[in-house]
């Protein structure tokens, strides 16, 4: 049995690897924002949720034929942080102006990284169980001076990435700590993934692809 | 200026390359026996600073010559879990038999995940300014399954590491959490090592060898 992962991010495939599994790479090319149209004022959580579910079904069909037998994981993150009006979704800067403003704000700050995972089993070609589940994770970000800051915006690190930062980068240093998972801020949680796939009938064990030393 | 890293772990030096620095590695050899020896009724706390201490400092000579201006930095890790007579050193299982007796024990439980460096600045070849601290991180353990156990067991991983887990392998399917640094429980604390850097007067951003992108 493989593990198909629905998503392009090296730093999802790099924590899979790490711990054990080399996933088949099947990209969904997901309009998120259509996904999220269809949702009738969604929490974060139920849009996490949404998002991962439909990345996950929209590549059963592409692989259905090569991975008869498979489990599909399908994978959305966002940080939310609270501003004036509650909490608000911060997405990726793109630009180093934008991201230097909202490291203004999130310096000694502390936001919430959101991690939905999807899983659908198939079983000969044919989707049998489906279960999805959110996992929320703390992060406290440190307080870098203007020189690391303008160090870390010039190496374009942060600029793609959702919150500005990543925990498995250059941005490590900038952050204090985390409260909950942290394969989940880096992008795939192991421990929901794991009982995600206990759920569908699937130990994770059976999925290492490394071999016994 | 380079940063010499006194300690032959894989997972260590993991952790700085994801970070943007290439160490110089310089192993210690010290016999952690006798740093222990001497000490009078440490706490874990104290012991871990005094073994990253005495790696720094055994390291000096070696690479004084090639390495006149630097930043030296030794590692110490202890686990640390709540036993019958008050909290306890829990080392390398180093057998099957010991590690499942651990996890008998870990399993669905926390520990205290203690991490001490040690940092030298060398200038001209000559010890300048040297700092020491230590920082403590919550481990939460899953709870794996009896064949998810001798799974993990089987492939040897977890016997020759502290605690008999490695968060950065197969075992981040069972941890659950952590509350505090995540690099901590790898091995070397980014944001400690960054604070130590600057009390040596560097800033880890001038270490970094990753190019601006």
């Known amino acids: 049995m493989r593990l198909v992962l629905a998503s392009a991010s090296p730093a999802r495939l790099a924590v899979l690897r790490a711990a054990g599994i080399e996933p088949v790479i099947e990209v969904s ?10 949702l009738t004022d969604p929490s974060h959580a139920d849009l996490v949720a949404a998002l ?4 996950a079904e929209a590549v059963l069909s592409a692989i259905a034929q090569d991975c008869p037998d498979a489990v599909v994981i399908g994978c959305d993150s966002m940080l939310s942080m609270t501003g004036p ?3 608000e979704i911060v997405g990726k800067p793109h630009t180093e102006a934008v991201a230097r403003q909202r490291w203004a704000s999130m310096a000694g700050a502390s936001a919430e990284l959101l991690t939905g995972h999807a ?19 703390t992060v406290r970000f440190g307080t870098p001076s203007e020189a690391e800051l303008t160090a870390y915006l010039a190496t374009g690190e942060p600029l793609l ?26 992008g795939i949680s192991l ?19 490394r071999q016994p030393g």
Request: no cysteine; hydrophobic share 45%.
């Open 52 to 55: 991962a579910t439909a990345k």
């Open 119 to 137: 899983i659908i089993r198939l079983v000969d070609g044919t989707p049998d169980r489906r279960v999805a589940g959110v996992q929320a994770t």
């Open 85 to 87: 009006d509650g909490p």
């Open 161 to 186: 990435v959702a919150g500005g930062f990543t925990l498995d980068g250059l941005g490590g240093w900038f952050v204090e700590g985390v409260d909950g998972d942290p394969s989940s801020v880096v």
């Open 191 to 209: 421990p929901l993934t794991r009982r995600l796939l206990a759920e569908v009938g699937v130990s994770v064990v059976d999925l290492w692809t």
């Open 29 to 38: 090319g997901v309009d998120e924002d259509a996904v999220a149209a269809a």
